[in-house]
């Protein structure tokens, strides 16, 4: 199988109904691609949200998710991605 380097393949998702907006998160993610959402969640907080424009910017550093009080920050990343294989 040929496989494709692609190392700055991540992204996070942030549970909003969960967060209760520290802005820990915020504070550490070396990108600034997390900020606060414009809406409050059922718990009456703002919550942190990816900003879509920066999105593609995460390293998948892993910082937003172990600063987390509530670990509702989960991080992915692929470094190996399998290709289509040549014909
Ligand atoms: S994984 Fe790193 S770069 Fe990506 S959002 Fe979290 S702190 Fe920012
Ligand atoms: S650190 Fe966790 S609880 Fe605090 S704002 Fe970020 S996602 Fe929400």
Same mark, same amino acid.
């Given at each position: 199988?040929?496989?494709?380097?692609?190392?700055?393949?991540?992204?996070?998702?942030?549970?909003?109904?969960? #967060?209760? +907006? $520290?802005?820990? !998160?915020?504070?550490? %993610? @070396?990108?600034?691609? &997390?900020?606060?959402?414009?809406?409050?969640?059922?718990?009456?907080?703002?919550?942190?949200?990816?900003?879509?424009?920066?999105?593609?910017? #995460?390293? +998948? $550093?892993?910082? !937003?998710?172990?600063? %987390? @009080?509530?670990?509702? &920050?989960?991080?992915?990343?692929?470094?190996?991605?399998?290709?289509?294989?040549?014909?």
């Amino acid at each position: 199988m040929v496989v494709a380097q692609r190392p700055n393949l991540a992204y996070v998702i942030i549970d909003t109904e969960r #967060c209760k +907006g $520290c802005r820990l !998160c915020i504070s550490v %993610c @070396p990108k600034k691609i &997390i900020g606060l959402a414009s809406h409050i969640n059922q718990m009456g907080y703002t919550p942190a949200v990816v900003i879509e424009e920066k999105a593609h910017e #995460c390293t +998948g $550093c892993t910082a !937003c998710a172990i600063m %987390c @009080p509530d670990t509702v &920050i989960s991080v992915y990343r692929c470094d190996r991605v399998p290709s289509k294989p040549a014909s």
